[in-house]
């Protein structure tokens, strides 16, 4: 896909991720705000690398990359002279689908990328590859209709006008394009509403200052970086009409994990009685897993802890803990918005289900 053609598509002037040729091309968002560059990845262990790496991160993002990778492996497959080609993609699929265990869209857009592998099966692999490409790519448009009608989900639950607070980054960076909470922030944009954005830093890894408040500025929001610590005080200040945050996976009662510093968001939300919605694709929805206690979750490198980019801030020998995520129980959600609607908690499975 040109590029052109992705940014017309996504009304954006950046964009996350594409096939391009025989490679990937992503934005390397560990390095934004500050540049703005963008990495060629010819092969899958490259695709899984960026992913544990984060140059690319966000739980749609990782599964369009995910698919991508098992199409790069498939061409990779049609080139080569190996026996066994179904053996080469299928264990390339295993590997970047296990690359970060808490985001269930990584798994799905894998099974996604394979489910069009093996309905090709008795073509010539190059066919077989070429189905598997387009189909990395439909994922990636699919992915940006969804969030735009989460978007417009999401929109009509907003006042106006409104102050959002949302925490690290679940926009277009984080997706295929438009984003699941930014999603909503610029659906109640595109619904007339006055909309301001308060982004948490999100630390350690600063998604919300460097990420978040990159992409809403480069759309022309109205956008202010406040310390994870302030919530507290915007809250009870009046400042938050509603705070919206992305999800990694949701269990099957509505418990979400997210980005850690989530949960510790939606008590405060609740102690302020401020409405906290969890935006998310269906394809976030784990059915398989009953509750948030069944979630897997990721430890992070220490390094993310100790240095912000080169300097170090924490002394040498100190111990360090990482943990990435946190899960928000279900009692403290007023709605799960998905492409298919807005559901409270206890109706989220009948609702993603229909």
């Not at 790496?53 to 990778?69: D, H, K, L, N």
């Not at 066994?84 to 894998?110: C, E, F, S």
């Not at 009870?236 to 949960?263: C, E, L, M, P, S």
């Not at 802890?305 to 170090?312: G, Q, S």
Request: overall charge negative; some cysteine.
């Amino acid at each position: 896909m040109q590029t052109d053609e992705l940014r017309e598509i996504l009304g954006q002037r950046f964009h996350t991720i594409r096939f391009d040729g025989d490679a990937v091309e992503m934005i390397d968002q560990r390095l934004l705000p500050g540049r703005e560059t963008y990495v060629r990845l010819p092969d899958p262990h490259a695709v899984a690398g960026a992913i544990r790496e984060m140059v690319i991160r966000g739980a749609p993002a990782i599964g369009i990359a995910g698919a991508m990778g098992v199409a790069l492996a498939a061409l990779q497959a049609s080139r080569s002279n190996m026996a066994d080609p179904d053996l080469q993609v299928t264990q390339a699929a295993q590997m970047l689908a296990q690359v970060r265990p808490t985001a269930v869209n990584l798994a799905w857009g894998v099974e996604r990328a394979m489910e069009a592998w093996q309905s090709s099966a008795g073509r010539p692999v190059p066919e077989r590859a070429r189905a598997v490409i387009e189909a990395s790519e439909r994922l990636l448009i699919e992915d940006i209709e969804i969030c735009r009608a989460i978007g417009r989900n999401g929109a009509e639950l907003m006042p106006d006008p409104v102050t959002i607070l949302t925490h690290c980054n679940a926009g277009a960076l984080a997706t295929g394009g438009y984003g699941t909470a930014l999603g909503v922030v610029r659906g109640a944009r595109e619904a007339g509403k006055r909309v301001k954005v308060l982004a948490d830093e999100t630390r350690p890894f600063l998604q919300g200052a460097r990420l978040t408040a990159w992409e809403l500025q480069k759309d022309g929001f109205d956008v202010t970086v406040i310390p994870d610590s302030n919530a507290a005080t915007f809250l009870r200040a009046g400042q938050v009409d509603a705070v919206v945050v992305g999800a990694d996976r949701v269990a099957r009662n509505g418990d979400a994990a997210n980005k850690v510093g989530t949960y510790p968001l939606a008590v405060l939300a609740s102690e302020h009685s401020v409405p906290f919605y969890v935006a998310a694709p269906v394809s976030t929805v784990d059915l398989d897993t009953p509750t948030g206690e069944d979630i897997l979750i990721e430890d992070r490198p220490a390094r993310e802890v100790t240095h912000v980019f080169d300097t170090r801030i924490v002394p040498e020998g100190v111990a360090v803990a990482n943990v990435a995520f946190d899960v928000t129980p279900h009692r403290l959600i007023k709605a799960i918005v998905t492409e298919k609607g807005a559901f409270a908690p206890a109706d989220l499975a009948d609702g993603v289900s229909r």
